[in-house]
């Protein structure tokens, strides 16, 4: 891309990361995704053949490194690209604060699922099989969601894997959106019926430490403004 023409050394900077998508892919590449798939996953909106031109833009850049992985490849963060986890993530809590409106083309079930699949508590979860189904009630196309937690492993599903179901959650996905960020707590959307969760009742207790929160979630939220006072005007 043309530069800024600029020494200035954030002029610098944003000729590698404020191409689109750059600063998302770098998200992602952050969060654990290492294949050209997983990418794709987190990345729903974004196709393939830009995803595999950032990539190697990245590589070029120094940021990336490409390895063999039994016959696929699989992308490493170097030492730069690792640098820029604490930027990244401050971004985002600048957003939380300053940016907290979410207009629907914002929620998208396949990238919540993929972070809420990505962000389980192992330690928690009993042993065996457990299988937590997810419903969205306002949802079109990937209204259901299955994630399969087995011998340390999580998957994610948007197909009835044949599971028996250990808990299911329904609600409406923006609901579901804000609680994964943080802005609405379990209980206050269990209890004004906006998310409901059946199963045993081990598991419908068990499902709150399973199911961690977003990075951002404990990002403290600026306090609300205090309500304007009108003084009515002297007769």
Known sequence: MAGYGQFCPIAKAME??????????????LAGSTHFNQLRRGLP?????????RLRTLTRAGLLVRRA???EVRYELTEAG???????????????RWMPDLGDLDLDPHLLMWDLHRNIDLAAVPPGRT????????VTHSARWWVVVEDGAVDLCDFDPGHGV???????????????RGDVPWPEAMR??????????QARRGVLRWLTLSPFAAVARPPAPAPTVRVPEPA
Not at 45 to 53: E, Q, R
Not at 82 to 96: K, M, N, S, T
Not at 131 to 137: K, R
Not at 166 to 180: A, G, H, K, P, Y
């Open 16 to 29: 590698l990361l404020d191409e689109r998508w750059t600063v998302l892919v770098l998200r992602e590449l």
């Open 45 to 53: 909106h974004m196709s393939p053949a830009l995803l595999s031109k």
């Open 69 to 71: 992985d039994h016959g």
């Open 82 to 96: 690792r640098e820029l986890g604490p930027i990244v993530q401050a971004l985002g809590g600048w957003a939380v």
């Open 131 to 138: 299988v937590i189904h997810v419903a969205f009630t306002d």
């Open 166 to 180: 250990s808990v299911t959650l329904t609600t409406d996905l923006r609901t579901m959106v804000l609680i994964w």
């Open 192 to 201: 004004d019926g906006r998310l409901t969760i059946t199963g045993p009742s």
